[in-house]
């Protein structure tokens, strides 16, 4: 699904990923892990694409050259971003919002467009598997939600769009633990033979709830080690320095 | 062939220039060139004398220059008064004869196929037999006693209305531009709603179907009897092209106790290329007086044409606990530039009145909020609500809000809210994020931006006007 290899990635000059190496099968679910300033953010931002970065490399979707699709395409094509700090778009409604994205790509993959009922219908089936309260949507996106808030509308949107890849850039950060569980119930809920996932983490907590199939440890901008969940607790006991020394 | 001329029509999406015609008035402005305006029209004297007087009048005048846009000068010796309509036989014949460009235009903003063939300037087909319908229309109104016709049909056949009410709300003495055209206005509508009567429809519908090349100096007056409603509709979401730069339309409104006017527009005049070039001068002067208690104004604009829009539709709540409202969008792009909002003057005891103004500025564009609140001596217990909000796009734009307020009673309430706010990167890369591509997600952030204002709009145009609103920022982003 996802094949990157021998990325590099610079923003103002200064090297963030370095020849970094990454494969993705369908159906698995790969955390990354690293302390802060590693470029967990950046690989996000890049497989998105985000602009401002400096590229070498390659990375291939579902064996194209991802680097050239344009970043709604590739939304389009199943790339989905849980965003680490999702911003407030002032005047648009959240539903309205979340209909036009789901519509947009309803229509990229050749389905029927939703109408407004049979929109409603699924986002307050959805929404309520979440716990979010149906009174948020009808707000103006992400203004005046509470961290928590946020993130669960980003996971909202996630079963929404029903991606191929979803990446979850700090996900966990900010959530209480009641809050957690319930993403990570979300994530799981999608977990299936052909969605992948990649999570990306500092803390173990996290994946306690969804279990990965490899995890990666990324130090300045490379994988310094990759292992199954155990990796997780080592990190969690010993810290990014004790697991890299014992490379 | 005319690969440049295509080039050059896809950043603007209007397509085709009209050829001058024979009829037209010499250049200049003087009184033989009224004479002659008068003349065309049939006018009688009384008529003549007013444009006459007006013109006198003029020449003592000199223009304002206080606004934000500065343009150059004006040589008014140099523009033709009157120009006659084009013929059928100049008129393409099909839409294959159109621009591709404006179709495809017409298309996005989902206008049906016979009308973008009115909209080319297509002589209708017999298929489609627009004087059949606008004769139904006309029937209906007819019965109720409506009069809706040019303006120099109502000057011929209904002067006792046209004497009463013509320069009532804006006197020839007014200023430079509103006294220009009412020494030589060309035509525009005349509508009047008797007592009592609902008008059954939007009176777009008709106007529609029907509308007439009024030129640059328009006209339009409209009375709403006691008791009475009307909801009007101007202009267009189509773009529109003029080969005369300047446009200075005078509207008045006056509604009579318990009566109410619901005034729209949508003004997509030739904005000019991406460098500033060309494009038209929207000079405009609307005016609505509530002169009966109880009465209602209401202004809702979206302007998104023009090289420069100027002009403050206004509302003077003479009647006691008459309402005034202004809705407006102001969008400018590239090189445009507008000066717009309102005045709402209270006279009277307990009048209301309510300001939303949306203003929007991408490319190197300039957009200023100007309005003013006036509160008289005797007007107690007024209210006003104004909000005017920005919304600016990359950083070579500007957005200014000047509210004047001026009160003169100390029981008045007056409310003033202003925000100035910007699209950024993020959001945009957040909705491209989910799958909407530039455009999409522009015309997503704006609409949420103006939607108090679109919802103004009679539900017809809504739709259009949420395209159009798209359609403006294209190329502005990314």
Known sequence: ?247 | MKQQELEKSKEYKYGFTTDIESIRAPKGLNEEVIKFISNIKKEPQWMLDWRLKAFSRLKNLKEPNWQKPKYPKINYQDLYYYSAPKSASDKPKNLSEVDPKLIETYKKLGIPLQEQKRLSGIAVDAVFDSVSVATTFKDELTKKGIIFCPISEAIRNHPDLVKKYLGSVIPITDHYFATLNSAVFTDGSFVYIPEGVRCPMELSTYFRINASETGQFERTLIIADKGSYVSYLEGCTAPMRDENQLHAANVELVALDDAEIKYSTVQNWYPGDKDGKGGIYNFVTKRGACRGKNSKISWTQVETGSAITWKYPSCILQGDNSVGEFYSIAITNNHQKADTGTKMIHLGKNTKSKIISKGISAGYADNTYRGLVKINSKANNARNYTQCDSLLMGNKCGAHTIPYIENKNSTANIEHEATTSKISEEQLFYCNQRGLNQEEAVSLIVNGFCKEVLQQLPMEFAVEAQKLVGISLEGSVG
Request: glycine content about 8%; overall charge positive.
């Open chain 1, 1 to 247: 699904m996802l094949d990157i290899s021998n990325l590099s990635a610079s923003i103002e000059g200064k090297k963030i990923l370095k020849n970094f190496d990454l494969k993705i099968k369908p159906g698995e679910i790969h955390a990354i892990m690293g302390p802060n300033g590693s470029g967990k953010s950046t690989l996000a931002n890049i497989l998105s694409g985000r602009k401002g970065y400096e590229i070498e490399g390659k990375a291939f979707y579902e064996g194209k050259n991802l680097l050239e699709i344009p970043i709604e395409e590739r939304a389009q094509k199943g790339i989905f971003l849980a965003f680490q700090y999702p911003i407030e778009i002032p005047g648009v409604n959240t539903n309205i919002f979340l209909k036009t994205s789901l519509n947009t790509i309803r229509k990229f993959r050749g389905l029927k467009e939703l109408d407004s009922l049979d929109f409603l219908k699924l986002v307050r089936e959805k929404s309520k598997n979440l716990k979010i309260q149906e009174k948020i949507l009808s707000r103006q996106l992400n203004v005046g939600f509470s961290g928590g808030e946020k993130k669960k509308n980003e996971i909202l949107q996630m079963t929404l769009l029903e991606p191929k890849l979803a990446i979850l850039d700090e996900t966990d950060s900010g959530l209480d633990i009641d809050a957690l569980k319930i993403v990570s119930d979300g994530v799981n809920s999608l977990r299936n033979k052909n969605r992948s996932f990649l999570i990306i983490t500092h803390y173990q907590r996290l994946l306690d709830y969804i279990k990965p199939d490899f995890v990666h440890v990324l130090v300045n901008g490379k994988i310094v080690k990759t292992g199954n969940s155990d990796l997780a607790r080592e990190l969690e006991k010993d810290g990014y320095e004790g697991v890299t020394e014992t490379k």
